[in-house]
C-alpha cells in the first residue's frame, strides 16, 4: 500500500508538477526535521529511507515512463478511430503483467483522458494468467514426480471432522 501512494505521488510530482526525476527522496530532509522530534526513529533512519526512496523512485521511473508512453499511445489511436472511450481489459492486464504497470494508475490516467477501464475484463485476464500458473505449477511438480499439490477446502476439512477424522496435532511443532 505505502509503495503505491509512493508511486501515486512520483507520477503526481513529475508529471502534473513537472518535478524532476529524484525529487521524492529529497523531501526526507524537510520530513524529518518538521517530523523528527516526535518520531525519532526518522532521525534514526534518515539515511536508510532516503536509499529506499532513491531506489524506490529509480525503479518506478522506468517503468512510468513506458507506460505512459504505452497508453498515451493507446488513447491517441483510440481517439483518432473515433470508437470507444474504454481501455479493455486486455490492454490494461498487458500494461501490468508486461510493463508493471499499476491498474490504479492505467485507471487514474485514462480517467483524466475521459476514459474508462474495463475492469471485468481485467479481472478476467488476471483469473486466466492465474489459472496458466498453476497449471505451469502442476505441470513442473508432475514433470519433478511430485504429483499435483493437495489443496483441502473448508468442504473437504468439514467431511473429514464430520466423518471422525481426527485433526492433526501440530503442537510440538
Sequence with gaps: MLRRVLRRAV???QQILGAEPGFFSK???VVVQSFGDYFPELKEQEARIISVLEEEEAAFNSMLLRGIKYLNELTDDMNKQGGSKEVTG???????DSMGFPVDLTELMAQEKGF????PGFEAAMANQR???REATNAKRAAQGLGAKLVLTAEQTAWLADNGVPTTDESSK
Design 11 to 13: 507520477r503526481y510530482g
Design 27 to 29: 523531501l526526507v530532509p
Design 90 to 96: 486486455s490492454e490494461a492486464f498487458f500494461l501490468y
Design 116 to 119: 474508462s477501464v474495463d475492469m
Design 131 to 133: 489459472a496458466r500458473s
